[in-house]
T-cell receptor, first 113, second 115 residues
Framework: DSGVTQTPKHLITATGQRVTLRCSPR?????VYWYQQSLDQGLQFLIQ???????AKGNILERFSAQQFPDLHSELNLSSLELGDSALYFC????????????FGQGTRLTVV | AQTVTQSQPEMSVQEAETVTLSCTYD???????LFWYKQPPSRQMILVIR??????QNATENRFSVNFQKAAKSFSLKISDSQLGDTAMYFC????????????FGKGTRLSVIA
């Protein structure tokens, strides 16, 4: 158990809908990263938050948005869903500075039908 | 911007043999971390091994070891005594020392261990 919790584990929704993915980082970790992994693909970086502020943005679509709340949990909002948005969405967290690594949640498998 | 390149999309190895997965990276940073993550069919991301760039000694974790060549910006993973459970996608990843920048991944190498 990495200590990073993602909910829900599985999500099936229709095209055009909106969903929210939730991530609770490890206790004390300030950075949260969101990644998208389509079938048999590598991990594509979407966005990073650090202590409530957006720190870096990757290839995130305008239909997607995220935020990190004061308690450090994060939500990824996906709207106007398309079939191509079907993927595994990972959240990872890391502490600030020092010996560090990213700890991954188990992912949310999103299926758009 | 940092980039990570894994030039071997797929590899296979016989059970009990040794295999080496390659990774190169590009960065202007002097302090950073390098990682190998394993993603089995369950698709969970599992940290295999970590290397701090300021350490000259190569990291080892049981059957897993790395060959870190900082000047060449090379970071290969050696798996000894391969086991069927090692079958997975392996991702090389880079993170700056501060941890305040994205973890950058290579595209992965699919390793199959054959009985």
């Amino acid at each position: 158990d990495s200590g990073v919790t993602q909910t829900p584990k599985h999500l099936i929704t229709a095209t055009g809908q909106r969903v929210t993915l939730r991530c609770s980082p490890r206790s004390g970790d300030l950075s949260v990263y969101w990644y998208q992994q389509s079938l048999d693909q590598g991990l594509q970086f979407l966005i990073q938050y650090y202590n409530g502020e957006e720190r870096a943005k990757g290839n995130i679509l305008e239909r997607f948005s995220a935020q990190q709340f004061p308690d450090l949990h994060s939500e990824l909002n996906l709207s106007s869903l398309e079939l191509g948005d079907s993927a595994l969405y990972f959240c990872a967290s890391s502490p600030q500075g020092g010996l560090t690594e990213a700890f991954f949640g188990q992912g949310t498998r999103l299926t758009v039908v | 911007a940092q980039t990570v390149t894994q030039s071997q999309p797929e590899m296979s190895v016989q059970e009990a043999e040794t295999v080496t997965l390659s990774c190169t990276y590009d960065t202007s940073e002097s302090n950073y971390y390098l990682f190998w993550y394993k993603q089995p069919p369950s698709r969970q991301m599992i940290l295999v091994i970590r290397q701090e760039a300021y350490k000259q000694q190569n990291a080892t974790e049981n059957r897993f070891s790395v060959n870190f060549q900082k000047a060449a910006k090379s970071f290969s993973l050696k798996i000894s005594d391969s086991q069927l459970g090692d079958t997975a996608m392996y991702f090389c990843a880079f993170m700056t020392f501060s941890g305040n920048t994205p973890l950058v991944f290579g595209k992965g190498t699919r390793l199959s261990v054959i009985a």
